[in-house]
């Protein structure tokens, strides 16, 4: 049965998947608005931290705001939902809480609030659909194993980088072909001093928050999402930052293959982005059986040895619906990282730091993401992005400059950074997959 006439006849006995979504901003907002539109789910319950919008959401969606139950109290919560009822609130620790909740949507894009949710929920025995890839590039690993033990899914979502390529690359391997490199488009020229200020202007013309702009713009998003991908199918990125050259569709092929081939690569089984392939994604195969190469050819697939599969788009949260039903209906994962990561998302200084500065969040004013092998920054003690926020500087470190962990008194009180040390301990001791 396809998805489509699944979700109808779950609806159709009288079932909706209940969706809990915490962090309603742009993409929190499209997802509400799609799953309006759909068989078989809807958001019964939306956490922001902003009063009333939460409410603005369901306005959006075109949810008549009578329907909507505006409390922070549990047993409320639930039995608004019981009755049909949808339920806004400001606490996002609630949703996890709300007995007749299925799955939570983390999108708050705040690596601390990411990992907190995504626990919660967990231990709630709920689903976990993790748009916040910046809590995956840092916990991911742990928080799927935490999920496996109480058998509830953890998974990113379709639509997002990670997820559309990782489409492209189960479909390629699984037929047999060798990946050699999966990558994305970037979106925005790569400018690695974007801040919330200079991308001001921008934002405001596209609806759209300076510091997530600033994100894409300094290149963070793609390094994190990158990342993400590179641990789920493990494979790492060919030079630190990787290489970003500008390319077409129509020379992917030519371009994210070994030097030797005439390309950019060093090796093979490596994660890349382009520039001038935005918004599409990528995969870059190659099959050594010559019937194959001959099929390959004969299909308009080019000369080879290397081929290209390119997706020319990606609906970001528009598509999530579909890993939210596979991960609720069928107990489908659409990527996440079941070995021990392999690539790692570390900070660098957007401007001359100084002893005593403490670093704010992603797509602010002083720090960067850069991608690079998870055991060269474990063995040079880089400090992972995801626990960069709110750390305090020990040292001066110049613009440019990777931190260390030596460079920072992190906070202690973060949920993230204690169960990143449970990863490594993990990773470190052996018992990954």
């Known amino acids: 049965m396809t998805l489509y006439n699944e979700l109808k ?17 742009q993409m929190g907002e499209g997802l509400v608005c799609q799953m309006e539109t759909m068989h078989g789910m809807r958001a019964y319950a939306i956490a922001d931290v902003i009063p009333g919008r939460a409410m603005q959401v369901y306005q959006s969606a075109r949810v008549p705001l009578e329907q909507v139950v505006e409390t922070d109290d549990v047993g409320l919560a639930a039995q608004a939902i019981a009755e049909g009822k949808r339920v806004a609130t400001t606490q996002s620790s609630l949703l996890a809480k709300i007995p007749n909740l299925d799955i939570i949507v983390e999108a708050t894009g705040v690596p601390e609030v990411g990992a907190r949710v995504a626990i919660d929920a967990i231990l709630g025995r709920k689903h976990v659909l993790q748009m916040n890839v910046e809590t995956d590039a840092t916990v991911g690993y742990y928080l799927r194993q935490m999920a496996n033990a109480a058998k509830v899914v953890y998974t990113l979502t379709a639509g997002d980088e990670p997820g559309t390529t990782m489409e492209l690359f189960d479909f390629a391997a699984s037929l047999g072909f060798e990946v ?27 609806m759209m928050n300076p510091k997530m702009l600033a994100s894409f713009e300094d290149g963070t998003k793609t390094m994190v999402e990158m990342t993400s991908l590179g641990n789920a199918i493990g494979f790492v990125p060919d030079v630190r930052g990787m290489h970003g050259p500008k390319a077409t569709h129509q020379t992917l092929s030519k371009i994210y293959v070994p030097k030797e081939a005439g390309g950019i690569l060093n090796q093979t089984g490596v994660v890349e982005y382009g520039l001038g392939v935005a918004p599409g994604v990528f995969v870059v195969f190659t099959t050594d059986h010559p019937k194959l190469a001959r099929d390959l050819k004969y299909l308009s697939m080019g000369d080879g040895p290397y081929w290209a599969l390119f997706r020319p788009y990606h609906l970001t949260s528009l598509e999530t619906p579909i890993s939210i039903a596979r991960a609720v209906l069928k107990g489908e994962t659409t990527v996440a990282t079941d070995r021990p990561p392999v690539a790692e998302t570390i900070t660098v200084a957007k401007k001359d730091l100084k002893a005593g500065d403490v670093i704010d969040g992603l797509g602010g004013f002083c720090v960067y993401g850069m991608i690079e092998r998870a055991d060269v920054a474990r063995q040079d003690n880089l400090l992972p992005l995801g626990l960069a926020p709110g750390s305090r500087l020990l040292n001066d470190v110049p613009m440019g400059t990777p931190l260390t962990y030596a460079d920072v008194e992190l906070d202690n009180s973060l949920t993230i950074l204690h169960l990143r040390r449970l990863q490594d301990l993990q990773v470190q001791n052996g018992n990954g997959n």
């Open 180 to 206: 050699v490199c999966a990558g994305k488009g970037k979106n925005n020229p790569l400018n690695r001093a974007s801040n919330p200020a200079t991308a001001a202007e921008k934002a405001k013309a596209q």
């Open 9 to 25: 006849e779950y609806e159709r006995a009288g079932n909706r998947i209940r969706v809990g979504l915490v962090g309603s901003g």
